[in-house]
């Protein structure tokens, strides 16, 4: 295929190992004092911390109990100011030890992770930028901050520091996403066309939805079709064009945003075209939120899920009495055979795990790492920016701060 992405996951082979290798007794991160020691740890198991500094005892998806019940890891502490939410995440977590102070916890314990577990990326941070001054790697969920120099500043001192920072867009390492993206690697749909994107649209469509599901979208987006050149959009407020004024926070403090309708393009390589929308009025009739990924031989639809479900489409083509077209599952699609127990946010948490600690043994970056979810957020703004301007934005942003601060 000729629109192959620069950010490809690990191949299928590869990704199945390295999973066998996170989840086996025997096969735990290299701590051989030979390595870098800023990589590696001394002890046989990770020291483990989960922040939940929000005040509101408000967590992510699994984001306290990702790091629990593993060989390989030990949940050493928790931290939360909000007493209800912290007795809640130890008696979750079996954290042996909690503190009201995040920076507290990390002087006595010490962490080698930390899981950035609030919801409310407000926190995230300051959260970050202390876990990494004190030398632990970083889970963080999604969305990863509220601005692009936020994110700039903790992928800068990660760097420095040589962590790695994972981020919860867990739909990138589902096993049928993967084999998805080689498939069309491969030439599943021969070459790739458009990849068009429809958000939740709920009642927080536009640009809640946007922020809060479409980065995971946009996530997807890149793995698909690489980094976008660059964006034009409208998004509307009550049926006009927004302004700054129209900005505000929403109760998951994810950062300001406008509008209850989005509509927005991506500019790719290679003349791939992409398209997110979130439009309440078209709820009904798109139905599940996700992606239709379209090529010169065929299509496929990605139903956003833990999992996803995968489909091809299947067509008459249009007769004089009209097209039948029918969306029948992927065969080839590892899904269908996942038990039970590989499917929710437990076994979807733990293949990112699996894939951080691997890359703190390999040196190299996770797949869902802090710079890719920060590029997701970077498309987010670029729709703000190109509406505001009423023009086409070129990507990537030179601007890090929010486009619709004042």
């Known amino acids: 295929m000729k629109n192959h992405p620069p950010n490809s996951p690990p191949s299928r082979r590869e990704f199945l190992a390295t999973t066998a290798a996170g989840l086996a007794v025997t096969a735990l991160p290299d701590f051989s004092r030979a390595a870098d020691p800023a990589l590696a740890p001394a002890a046989t198991k990770y020291r483990a911390a989960i922040f939940g500094h929000t005040g509101r005892g408000d967590y992510g998806h699994g984001m306290d109990v990702a790091f629990s019940n593993r060989p390989d890891i030990e949940v ?128 927080r469509a536009g640009g809640e939805d946007m922020i809060v599901l479409g980065t995971h979208l946009f996530d997807l987006l890149r793995l698909f079709a690489g980094d976008p050149v660059s964006c034009s959009a409208r998004v509307l407020q009550g049926g006009r064009d927004i302004t700054p004024a129209d900005a505000h926070e929403v109760r998951d403090r994810v950062g300001l945003i406008a509008g209850d309708e989005v509509i927005a393009q991506f500019a790719f390589a290679n003349g791939v075209h992409a398209s997110f929308t979130s439009r309440a009025k078209l709820r009904e009739h798109v139905g599940h939120w996700g992606l239709d990924i379209i090529g010169t031989k065929g299509a496929a639809r990605l139903n956003a899920n833990i999992p996803p479900h995968i489909f091809l489409l299947k067509t008459t083509g249009w007769k004089t009495d009209g097209r039948a077209d029918e969306w029948r599952p992927l065969e080839t699609d590892p899904a269908l055979k996942l038990p039970a127990a590989a499917q ?63």
């Open 76 to 203: 050493v502490a928790v931290a939360d100011p909000d007493p209800a939410g912290r007795a809640k995440a130890v008696a979750r977590t079996k954290a042996p030890r909690h503190y009201a102070d995040y920076r507290e916890l990390l002087a006595q314990e010490k962490p080698q992770l930390v899981s950035l577990a609030p919801r409310h990326s407000d926190q995230h941070h300051a959260l970050g930028l202390a876990a990494l001054q004190a030398g632990a790697h970083i889970y963080s969920e999604k969305p990863f901050t509220t601005t692009l120099a936020e994110g700039d500043e903790l992928l800068a001192l990660a760097a420095q520091k040589n962590l790695r920072i994972a981020v919860a867009h867990q739909m990138r390492l589902a096993p049928n996403v993967v084999h998805l993206q080689q498939a069309i690697a491969a030439g599943l749909l021969g070459d790739l066309v458009e990849i068009r994107a429809h958000g939740k649209q709920d009642a």
């Open 344 to 406: 929710g946010f437990t076994a979807a948490n733990a293949r990112v795990v699996d894939d951080l600690l691997a890359s703190i043994r390999d040196r190299r970056e996770p797949a869902c790492s802090g710079r890719n979810a920060l590029r997701a957020i970077e498309m987010v703004h670029a729709v703000y920016h190109a509406a505001l301007a009423a023009r086409r934005i070129p990507l990537p942003l030179t601007v890090r701060t929010h486009p619709l601060a004042a």
